[in-house]
């Protein structure tokens, strides 16, 4: 009996890199963007999954290999510190994720063409 090829699926991943680094890629897009939403660093890391320094040290490099500020800190104090996206950094995430959906497409097409016979 041969098995079918009915539940077969496709799955990619895309990143950016500079000089051979990985500067950009799903992980650091859901930390951005959970930075975004919570206003805090150390929140978005929580919800990520990784620690404060760890998302430090990728905002850092993010930040050094692109050559642009991607998010706006403010120290704590009577009111709080906090987090906030650039605009600059809004448009990098929006660029990627159409990138991201447009390589998608693309590989769905390919695989559906060479797996599904269509």
Known sequence: MQKS???LAIRSKIWIEVDGEPVFGR?????????????SINQAAAEVGISYRKAWGY????????GVKLVERR??????????????????IRKYEML????REIVDKKFKALFSGG
């Open 59 to 66: 905002i850092n490099a993010m930040e050094e290999r692109l």
């Open 27 to 39: 992980g650091r897009r859901f930390l951005l963007t959970a930075i975004a939403a919570h206003g």
């Open 100 to 103: 991201e959906s447009g390589i």
């Open 75 to 92: 120290t704590g104090g009577r009111h709080g510190g906090g987090a906030v996206l650039t605009p600059e950094a809004t448009a990098f």
């Open 5 to 7: 090829h009915n539940d």
